[in-house]
């Protein structure tokens, strides 16, 4: 049985409605959706994806035909890339055990999958058949346990920690070592109402040291944020920034605290106080909770999003009611300031895809020119230092997105298109690399169209989904020349397009958790 937030869904709705004419909506606030659609008969997972890099492998979920969505390993090679365990028991279903939520404990590899009968429950592999195996039926029967999401929950010590419903005590703060002994409830949040049974719904679970800070759910207090210390193992609420008095099953009252972000012992996040909207706040080591600064003064959002560690530093984008969405910048100094207004006036440059190399951070936003092309910049935290790397308009990548750095190398998601008119050319999907300069900024190979879910590194190369002309899906592997860019296999010939589906789901890390974070 598949768990829906319809209330939660709703109120989330209602929460960002407000927003919509001040910002863009983030990638995030879609995902509920797919939740609810996850399992349906048009799955998100009928294409190669949800991919990590394990044991100097990549394990990736896809479906070949004859099996639904399961769990595959790739050398790189056609021979090499195999199913690694059909689990699905049921053979009733097309759907397959859709693995997802990869995480890595020691020598072993953990997610959640569904195998028919037991609904969907915590799994491990060793990389083999015989060593992918039930960690334990949290919930048991043919319930879901786990509410895993895209391998972004932290692990302390060798542990996991994680939400579950063990169909008793609701959905709350779990933790696993891989063993079916060691995968227990933390704490049952709600205990601290007396409302054993209803749900706490633990999010974006992050670890600063070995202490977990999340959010979490009760009646009196609304979303707020909470900790757990794993050495003592002392759960408490950190603070209750919105103060409003929580009435009935009304949502008015939280701060839903999102977006946490470790710089040194500081966690940042954003949240709403009620009085001072979506703002920037930080909790430091000795637990005082602040908002950093009003951006966007008075009740309105500045709304701080893609919140982003280098260094001392955190970068984040912000609208401050003057300048539109721009760049800004806070750090353990305790200076916060818009590193630069790139589209000039009260025009946002909305920037996004934030990626760190060193001490420099990389970008991609749009500076207001020519049909307002989206280019790759970069900057060291001052106006002067914030640069255009390229854009279409210098025959660069258009709206460069996915980004992943393999030894200090910018590789990037780009469609090429007509600088004079802004119209794409045939080839929407390319790979591109940059090394921080216009030259170095280079196409390596075009396709058709190049979807996500994202690049994986393994063993300084790269894997990626690409859809050919035809329609199919394929794995393909790069080592960052066009000769050495090639596909490994098509992993289902089908009429109706190898292993996937149309590949309009978007797909990108934790930004597909806003609302299962925030239940």
Known sequence: MRRVRVALFLASILLILPMINIVAIPQEYDLELLEENRHSSTSIYDRIGLSINFQNTLFFVAKDGSSGNELWKSDGTATG???????????????????????????????????????????????????????????????????LGSGTYPVIDGTLYFSADDGVHGEELWKTDGTEAGTVMVKDI???????????????????????????????????????????GSTWQVANINEEVVTGTSFDGSSYPDQLTVVGSTLYFHADDGVNGKELW??????????????YSGSDFSYPQYLTAVGSSLYFSADDGVNGV????????????????????????????????????YF????????????????????????????????????????????????????????????????????????????????????QKMIGPSFVEVNSKIYFEVKTLDNREELWVSDGTESGTQRVMEIEDSGNGGSGNNGDIPINGEKWWKFIKNR
Do not use: C, Q
Not at 138 to 145: A, K, Y
Not at 191 to 219: H, K, Q
Not at 424 to 434: F, I
């Open 364 to 447: 991609v936003a749009s500076d207001g020119g020519d049909w307002d092309d989206k280019g790759l910049w970069k900057t060291d935290g001052t106006e002067a230092g914030t640069v255009l790397v390229r854009n279409n308009g210098g025959y660069g990548p258009h709206s460069p997105s996915y980004p992943l750095v393999v030894d200090n190398i910018l590789y990037i998601r780009g469609s090429e298109a007509d600088p004079s008119s802004g119209s794409l050319y045939d080839n929407d999907g390319e790979l591109w690399k940059s090394d921080g300069t216009h030259a170095g900024t280079v196409l390596v190979k075009g396709f």
């Open 190 to 232: 709600k205990e601290f109402e007396d409302e054993v049974g209803d749900d706490s719904w633990p999010g974006s679970i992050t670890a600063v040291g070995t202490r977990l800070y999340f959010s979490a759910w009760i009646s009196s207090d609304g979303r707020e944020l909470w900790a757990h210390e794993t050495t003592s």
């Open 282 to 295: 930080k909790t430091t080591a000795d637990g005082t909770t602040t908002m950093v600064e009003d951006i």
């Open 81 to 147: 890339t195999v199913l690694v365990k059909d689990i699905m028991l049921d053979t009733s279903t097309s759907l397959g055990s859709n693995p997802w939520g990869f995480t890595i404990v020691g020598d072993e590899l953990l997610f959640s999958a569904d195998d028919g009968v037991h609904g969907e429950e915590l799994w491990k592999t060793d990389g083999t058949e015989a060593g992918t195996v039930m960690i334990k039926d949290i919930n048991p029967g043919s319930d879901d346990g786990p509410n």
């Open 326 to 361: 721009e760049l800004w910048r806070t750090g353990t100094d305790g200076v916060t300031y818009m590193v630069k207004n790139i589209n000039s006036g009260s025009e946002s440059s909305s920037p996004k895809h934030l990626t760190a190399i060193g001490n420099t951070l």
